[in-house]
């Protein structure tokens, strides 16, 4: 394996890490919105991951900068996401 | 290479999996669709692993729609009214 | 390729379940969101069996429609009966396990008589993707779509239709106060739609486009858009209304205007019945079709005859 392979399945690996902290997370704590961590911060950081292991992969601009704009599209939906299940389960008073 | 790369693949369906008690579990809706959000976002990341390891490029536009839309189930969880949701 | 064969395993065995669940889960909530990891599931499955096409429109319409569809109908029995929403029978009926043994028969022959049967040598299949080199497009599902099999597609277009105006006829008008859930007022969606509905009319142009070539085409494009559209309702930025003006009316059915007035006009040139005369009459029929499906979905979503924008 060539030196970027090596630099991509460690992003990788880092990546499925983040993964399995963000289900732990959720399987884990102990309300709401802590549990709302999981999804915004650790699945994110796991995203990114793995992403940047792919774009090392595909060695291709292109490739690249369709999976930033994956990643970028990924943090806005857990940003309005989060923001909304937060606001729902406060409204319901937990 | 393809090897990890399927390995990678298996790794997070298996935490989709655990993912579910959250969902069956709940005890809120907000919980379960959390897990929901969760299942959405790690199926993207497998979509993505999944068209570099069956070379398809086709499915990282699968993973654009679905991180794209992904919000709009929540905009509609939002106007459900909370409260007792086992019924 | 012990690996690949676990990932399907996986797969088939979650979707067995989750279908399971999603039927016979007695929290409505709990089997619309199941339903909703369904369809995740399902795009993961179909692309494994290389049906990329079909993911596609799988992540459109289940991430973009149905899954804030059924949020919405949830939401809408919780108004008109806070009570007791959901009127479903308690226990099951005396039928449900013999019938489910006999399906389980019926496929298991099913899939065993196929196991035995050779495949035949000469399919359609094989014609069809003889001919597509001359036919001038790259992927084979939008020239099965268009060219070879375009009645099943007219007549599709014309099922939209008529199911939208089956809707509109058995169902009053959602109030406008109804179909909105977010407040305008509300942090974060604002900029959310900023991004998310021109992002989709890019994204549905690019499906469009590239349908002659990859995977993607009229429906999945049309769905997209819808998908922006559902995202306008539900934040209030688009109403139903009352009255479809022209624009509404001529949106919905120009899908089907533009295919038979090409379909039938190449008969004036003495060619037969619904043969396109080339790769631009696929474009301007997609296009045609991108717009109707798209319309007619969000209104469909937001059971209204006419969509208005926000006054003010």
């Known amino acids: 394996m060539s030196a970027s392979e090596w630099v991509a399945v460690a992003l990788l690996i880092a990546g499925c890490f983040f993964y399995l902290a963000g289900t732990i997370g959720l399987l884990r704590f102990g309300d709401v919105h802590s549990r709302l961590h999981a999804l915004t911060k650790a699945d994110n950081l796991g995203l990114m991951l793995v992403c940047a292991a792919l774009a090392m992969l595909s060695a291709n601009w292109r490739t690249a900068a369709l999976l930033v704009l994956v990643w970028l599209l990924g943090l806005l939906a857990a940003t309005v996401s989060a923001h909304l299940i937060a606001r729902h389960a406060r409204r319901g008073g937990d | ?38 299942f959405g976002s790690t199926t993207v990341a497998v979509l993505l692993i999944m068209a570099e390891w069956m070379a398809m490029p086709a499915l990282r536009s699968v993973a654009l729609l679905f991180v794209m839309l992904a919000s709009i189930v929540t905009i509609a969880f939002f106007g459900l009214p909370t409260g007792d949701d086992e019924r | ?146 060219l070879f099999r375009n009645l099943d597609t007219l007549l599709e277009m014309a099922v939209l ?5 089956g809707a509109r006829a058995i169902s009053p008008p959602a109030s406008p106060e109804e179909a909105a859930v ?14 998310l509905v021109p992002l989709s009319i890019l994204i549905a142009t690019h499906l469009l486009l590239a349908g002659t070539h990859e995977p993607g085409g009229a429906f999945q494009a049309g769905a997209v858009l819808a998908a922006g ?4 309702i539900l934040s209030a930025r688009l109403k139903p209304g009352e009255r479809p003006g022209i624009v509404m009316q001529l949106g919905v059915t120009v899908g089907l205007i533009a295919f038979v007035a090409i379909g039938v006009g190449i008969m004036a040139l003495g060619e037969t019945l619904l043969v396109l005369p080339g790769t631009w009459a696929v474009y301007l029929i997609e296009t045609a079709m991108m717009v109707s499906i798209g319309l007619t979905l969000a209104l469909l979503f937001a059971g209204a005859p006419a969509l208005v924008g926000r006054r003010g």
């Open chain 3, 229 to 232: 559209g559902v995202a306008l």
């Open chain 3, 1 to 146: 390729m012990v690996i690949s064969v676990l990932i399907d395993f996986l797969l088939a065995a979650g979707m067995v379940v989750l279908a399971l669940q999603v039927v016979s889960d007695k929290a409505v909530l709990r089997s619309i969101i199941l339903f909703v990891v369904f369809g995740l599931v399902m795009a993961l499955a179909w692309t494994r069996l290389h049906a990329p096409d079909l993911a596609l429109a799988e992540a459109a319409i289940g991430a973009g429609v149905t899954g804030a569809l059924m949020m919405m109908a949830w939401r809408r029995l919780l108004i008109i009966n806070p009570e007791r929403p959901a009127d479903t029978p308690l226990g099951r009926s005396r039928l449900a396990v013999p019938v489910a043994l006999l399906s389980a028969v019926l496929v298991a022959t099913i899939g065993l008589t196929a196991l035995d049967v050779e495949s035949p040598t000469h399919t359609a299949g094989q014609v069809a993707a003889e001919e597509m080199t001359a036919t001038g497009l790259g992927n084979p599902v939008t020239g099965v779509l268009l």
């Open chain 3, 182 to 195: 977010v407040e305008t007022g509300t942090p974060l969606v604002g900029a959310l739609l900023a991004i």
């Open chain 2, 1 to 38: 290479m393809s090897q990890i790369l399927g390995l990678a693949i298996l790794f997070l369906l298996l935490n989709l999996v655990a993912g579910l008690w959250r969902v069956a579990r709940g005890p809120t809706g907000a919980d379960r669709m959390l897990a929901a959000l969760l």
């Open chain 3, 161 to 165: 239709l008529i199911a939208l105006l």
